[in-house]
């Protein structure tokens, strides 16, 4: 049986309402788990993905009143996926296994004592995965299904209901850490690692206070990235659709060639009209896919930081 040091990486936009609830509740967990001998230390490392209200204030004063919290500010909104990034690359450098968490309590912070007890049985990964969603509204629920469907039916590899709410053990985070990409999907990402890995199953609430940081039309970007950093099927579907009008256009050779034999040779401008738009709209999209491509490429080349680090607080 293994045991370490654990640190819970907590990326936190705009926060200020839930995070004492949330810094008291992590705290909880982390006593009782050092108290019963399931980890050997734990801490908290709140990354404060440039909020504008008072987040990095509570932050701070949490992070003297108790060497338990550390804190990370990062200089302007990075966007979630790279604040957890942050989160967690600084999070490696101290501790065995490293936890993700929403700051909204969402997530049931109790789920970890499992996850714990998984990674002392000698797992690496371990995925919370939401057992149902009826707290969500039945807008959010049917976007959030329609997205998974949407994600494997692409050819890109998630975890049914699970979110960024997982632990990891040191040798997946160096793993993980070491990717050199810039559009982080870091649900697909982690799945591509191979570790040994387990899932702990748990309800989902409602989130404690605030309103939800993502949005449709972010979600739609999360869904769209998801997609063409990791699978290469959009394009595919081009060369599928390529050979069908292919195969259309012979037929329509095949019927005009008819036409013209059997003397029915009046020029129908409806058919020239209806295909014009048709390979016009094929086109555009074709070449909208591509461009999703390119811009990606774009991004890769230029690799900027994916984020920028402005004072840190207690960390060791
Ligand atoms: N978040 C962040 N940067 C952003 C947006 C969100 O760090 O630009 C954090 C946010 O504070 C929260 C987590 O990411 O801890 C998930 O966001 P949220 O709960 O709003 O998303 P939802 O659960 O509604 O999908
Ligand atoms: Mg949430």
């Known amino acids: 049986m293994r045991k370490g040091v654990l640190k819970i990486v907590v990326p936190c936009y705009n926060e200020e309402e839930v995070l004492k609830e949330t810094n008291k509740r992590l705290l909880e967990v982390i006593t009782a788990m050092e108290q019963s001998g399931a980890i050997v230390s734990g801490g908290v490392v709140y990354v404060d993905d440039g909020s504008r209200d008072a987040t990095w204030t509570i932050i701070d004063e949490l992070s003297k009143a108790d060497s338990h919290v550390a804190g990370i500010k990062l200089a302007h909104n990075a966007g979630h996926q790279n604040a957890l990034f942050a989160g967690l690359t600084l ?82 985070l160096k793993a993980l850490i070491a990717m050199p990409e810039r559009n982080l999907f ?32 972010k979600m739609l970007n999360f869904a769209v990235d998801g997609i063409t950093s990791f699978s290469v099927k959009p394009l595919r579907l081009i060369f599928s659709f390529g050979i069908f009008f292919i195969f259309m256009a012979v037929l329509a050779i095949g019927y005009a060639l008819y036409s013209h034999f059997v003397g029915q040779t009046i020029p129908g401008w409806t058919s020239l009209l209806v295909s014009l738009w048709l390979i016009g709209g094929s086109i555009l999209l074709a070449l909208g896919v591509v461009g999703e491509y390119v811009g990606k490429i774009y991004k890769e080349v230029k690799r900027r930081p994916l984020y920028v680090i402005e004072k840190t607080e207690n960390l060791i």
């Open 186 to 217: 870091l649900r697909g990402m982690v799945r591509t690692l191979g570790f040994k890995e387990a899932d702990v199953y748990y309800d989902r609430s409602e989130r404690f206070a605030g309103e939800s940081k993502y949005p449709l039309t």
């Open 91 to 172: 999070a490696s450098e101290c501790c065995d296994m490293a936890v993700s968490i929403d700051a909204d309590l969402q997530d049931d912070t109790n789920a970890i004592f499992e996850m714990v007890d998984k990674y002392n049985e000698g797992v690496e990964v371990v995925y919370g995965v939401r057992r149902e969603r009826t707290t969500d509204t039945w807008f959010k629920r049917n976007t959030a299904l329609g997205f998974y469907k949407m994600m494997s039916v692409m050819g890109t590899d998630v975890k049914f209901n699970h979110a960024d709410f997982r632990l990891m053990g040191s040798a997946a």
